[in-house]
C-alpha cells in the first residue's frame, strides 16, 4: 500500500456564479450573503459582491477573503 500526500493551497480564485443583486448601503452595513461559486460550493460574502466578480476563498474555513486582483 502507498501513502500519497497532497498539499493544498490555502487560498483559492473563485468566480461568484450566483448571488443576489447588489442593495445599496450594504456595503457601509456588513450585510452578507449567500452566493455559489464556480465550484458549486454555497459560501456568504459582503453585500457589495456581484454575480460575475472573481473572489479570494480562505479553502480551510470556506470562507470570502477579498475581491481577486
Known sequence: MK???????STLDFEVVQTDPNVKGNSAQG????AVLECGA????PGFIDQ?????????????????K
Open 42 to 45: 454555497t459560501i456568504m460574502v
Open 3 to 9: 501513502l500519497i500526500l497532497a498539499a493544498l493551497p
Open 52 to 68: 460575475g466578480e472573481k473572489i479570494l476563498v480562505d479553502i480551510p474555513n470556506k470562507a470570502y477573503m477579498s475581491r481577486s
Open 31 to 34: 450585510v452578507t450573503k449567500p
